[in-house]
């Protein structure tokens, strides 16, 4: 019996228990369009699983090596330019990379720390629900913005919400630390990260890699060598 329950788990990928209330909602939702009529209640039960699905939260396999950046979100490396960190992580006025991965309403949308180290700021900022993909909305849109500092370095990371999503989640706190892929956060419903790393970090992507968050190493704050060039085709 333990065996098959092992195999069982091993199967389904756990939930995280932010989803609880909204697959409630999605089954009594299902329940009652299959009692109005049945073929609403198929469309229900799609509902639902896709409710399930977007709410996943996988295991996942990390790189501990000191310096590394690992992706903090699932989805698509859609921007890497150079920018000064928006004034709320309190960090210096001055250029930083930019790494900015866009998550669909397919990805997982838990967080993970880019980082091992401690968290120095945390100020959320109500805005609107621009594109997510759009630059501007990294000034613009409602966002929870995080300093974590690291081995003497301080790197800021930017949940912003998106044209769907209508919810930042956060479970931490100013003074918690966090390991390298620890969860730290949600944002429901399709949205962007900004991570922000200094310039002599290597960075390690390439526009259009699919990152995976906690596995995907984004950037390498103790390389000498220099930026890497990629090619998407």
Known sequence: MTDILESMRRIFVPIHKEGYPFILIALFATIVLAWLWSPLGWIGTI???????????????????????????????????????????????????????????????????????????????????????????????????LVIETAGTKIGVVQIAGL???????????????????????IRFGSRLDIFVPLDAQVLVGLGQTAVAGETVLADLTANEPARQYRVG
């Open 47 to 145: 509902l639902t699983v896709w409710v399930c699905y977007f709410f996943r939260d996988p295991p996942r396999v990390t790189p501990i090596r000191e310096g590394l950046v690992v992706s903090p979100a699932d989805g698509r490396v859609n921007l890497i330019t150079t920018a000064v960190p928006p004034a709320e992580l309190d960090l210096p006025p001055e250029p930083m990379t930019r790494i900015s991965v866009f998550m669909n309403v397919f990805d997982c949308h838990v967080n993970r720390s880019p980082v091992t180290g401690r968290i120095a700021q945390i100020l959320y900022t109500p805005g609107l629900f621009l594109n997510a993909e759009l630059d501007k909305a990294s000034e613009d849109n409602e966002r929870n913005a």
């Open 164 to 186: 769907v999503a209508r919810r930042i989640v956060s479970f931490v706190k100013i003074g918690d630390h966090l390991s390298t892929g620890e969860r730290f956060g949600l």
